[in-house]
Each structure stands twice: as C-alpha cells, then as structure tokens.
C-alpha cells in the first residue's frame, strides 16, 4: 500500500499549529482494505515549543469529551521530534517506494501542512514528496457534486471522535467508497463508449 490517510489534532488552526496528536493509517482506495497503523501522542510541552496555540481552539477542546480530551498531555505522549521520527520509520517501513507515497490530509492547508512545517521546525525531512500530497475534502466534494454520494455524512463512525487515529480510519473508509465510486462510474463510461 501506498496511500496514507493522516490525521492530526491541533491546539490551533494556522499552518503551524501545536500538534498533540498524530494518527494514520495505510489504506487501499481501490477496495478500502486497512493496512498498518500509526499513533502518537505528544507532549503539549513539546507541541507549544515547536507549534502555535490559539485560545480559540483550546475552548474548542474544552468543550470535547472527555475520551478526547484525555488524549491530550497523556502519560504515553511523548516529544514532536520523537514522533516525527516515529511517523517516518512508520512510513518507510510500509510503503512500496518513495515517489509513490500518497498522504491524505483533511483539506489542503491542515493536516499535511502543518505536519511539514513541523518537520522543518525540528529539522527532520519528512517521508513524501511534495507531489505525494493528496486533498480529502476535495474527494468528498466530487462525491457529492458528481454522484450524489456522501458517505462523509452517511457513514457511521466507529471510535472515539477527535482521536487522531480513529478519525484517519474514518476517513480512510469513505475516501475508498467515494473513489470506488468514482472507479465504477468511469467504468460504466468506458464500457459504454466501447
């Protein structure tokens, strides 16, 4: 597998954002098969050195549940640097090749983003290129505008809301339903052309 759903939990909403928790999971778009996992806690100590908090986000989270917001400064974080380093090893050791990888991140300015930029904030290179960068809400979008499918909105999500892993799983689940889809629909076309 190639393709990377990441999720991250932020203490703001900028381009570098503090970063309290990273979740991934590979996926297959084409039939929606889970691959291997990754999850991250990180100190909030460490997430402010590195990142931006804005109190908006912060009442944000005080108004989560308590399973979420228990995630945040848990025993198990550990240090940015330490994460990211983890991330990478978890992206290197699964995935077919460099210039294949896919990250998918919920919009084009969150989640692949901010998780550059703290890449570069402790001086590590992250694990895809440039290239590799794909957007979830633009999916989402073609679903609803060119199939009148939404399994965003439809589909029942399993988990804790707000955990950075059960959210990538989530999203991993109905990237693959809209692009199978979106796989049929060009099939259907192809067949008929023919």
Not at 62 to 72: F, N, P, V, Y
Request: with cysteine.
């Amino acid at each position: 597998m190639n393709n990377i759903m990441l999720d991250l939990e932020t203490m703001g909403k900028g381009s570098n954002a503090a970063i309290v928790s990273i979740g991934a999971v590979f996926f297959n778009p084409l039939t929606g098969e889970l691959g291997e996992k990754f999850y991250e806690r990180i100190w909030l100590e460490s997430a402010e050195k590195y990142g931006e908090i804005d109190a908006s986000t912060v009442v944000w989270w005080l108004g989560q549940s308590d399973e979420a917001r228990s995630e945040i400064n848990h025993d198990k974080s550990v240090g940015l640097k330490e994460a990211l380093r983890g991330f990478s090893n978890f992206v290197i050791d699964n995935a077919e090749a460099f210039n294949k990888i896919r990250v998918w991140g919920n919009g084009c300015t969150f989640d692949n983003v901010i998780l550059s930029n703290a890449y570069k904030s402790v001086e590590l290179s992250k694990p895809w290129s440039y290239a590799g960068d794909m957007d979830v809400r633009t999916i989402v979008e073609l679903g609803r505008k060119l199939l009148n499918f939404d399994p965003k909105k439809d589909m029942p999500f399993e988990g804790e809301k707000h955990n950075a892993l059960a959210d990538a799983i989530h999203q991993a689940k109905y990237v693959s339903a809209i692009y199978q889809k979106l796989a049929e629909a060009t099939h259907r076309d192809e067949v008929n052309e023919a």
